[in-house]
C-alpha cells in the first residue's frame, strides 16, 4: 500500500511539472503571437501628418486614424463588457455611437494615458432624462489599467471597459502625440 502511495505521490509530482511546463510554453506562445502581430502594425507614422479624424468601428474592433480620407494608422481596440447598441445610461458598459469631439487630455488617469470623448452631448443627455436616468460619461480612449500594461496581450483579447476605447500602452503614445484636442472622433456600431 505504501509502494501504491509513493508511486502515485510520485507520478503527481511529474504531473504538475508536466502541467506547469505546458502552462509556460502555452503562454510563451501567446506573448509571441501577440508580440508578432503587434509588430506587424507598427508602422511608423509621418511626423508631419496631419490627424484630422478618429473612426472608431465597435463591430470591427478597430480604431483608426484618418487624414482627410487617407487611413494613416489602424489600431485593435477592446470595448465595453456590453458592447452592442448605443450608451443609454451609467454603468451600462456601452460605448456611445455617434459623433464626437476629442476635448481633453488625461495624463493623470487610472489608466495608461487617457483622451476624452464629449458623450454626453445635448441629444444624449435628453434621452437619458427622459427615461429617468444618467446618461454617464467619462468615455476615455485609454491604455491598460495602470501597472497592468504588461498583460495587454491578454485583456486585448476581450470586452473588458466600461464603455471605454481601449488600446496598449504603446499604442496610447502613438494616439497621443498623433491626435490633438478637439479632433473629432466618430463611433458606429
Not at 481596440?77 to 487630455?105: C, F
Not at 495624463?107 to 445635448?122: L, T
Request: hydrophobic share 35%.
Amino acid at each position: 500500500m505504501s509502494f501504491f502511495r509513493l508511486d502515485s505521490h510520485k507520478y503527481s509530482s511529474w504531473l504538475f511539472v508536466a502541467i506547469g511546463f505546458s502552462l509556460v510554453a502555452f503562454m510563451s506562445t501567446s506573448n509571441i503571437t501577440y508580440a508578432k502581430s503587434h509588430s506587424e502594425n507598427k508602422q511608423s507614422m509621418p511626423e508631419s501628418t496631419m490627424i484630422d479624424k478618429v473612426f472608431v468601428d465597435k463591430s470591427a474592433r478597430t480604431l483608426q486614424l484618418l487624414s482627410g480620407n487617407n487611413l494613416i494608422k489602424s489600431y485593435p481596440i477592446a470595448l465595453g463588457g456590453s458592447p452592442v447598441g448605443h450608451k443609454r445610461q451609467q454603468g451600462d458598459k456601452r460605448t456611445p455611437i455617434g459623433n464626437y469631439t476629442l476635448d481633453y487630455k488625461n495624463e493623470n488617469s487610472k489608466f495608461y494615458r487617457s483622451i476624452h470623448v464629449s458623450y454626453p452631448n445635448a441629444t444624449d443627455k435628453a434621452r437619458a432624462k427622459s427615461q429617468g436616468v444618467s446618461p454617464g460619461g467619462d468615455i476615455m480612449i485609454h491604455g491598460q489599467k495602470n501597472g497592468f500594461g504588461h498583460l495587454a496581450w491578454v485583456n486585448q483579447k476581450r470586452d473588458w471597459t466600461d464603455g471605454c476605447i481601449a488600446v496598449t500602452n504603446d499604442e496610447m503614445d502613438e494616439i497621443m502625440a498623433a491626435v490633438k484636442i478637439g479632433t473629432p472622433i466618430e463611433i458606429v456600431d
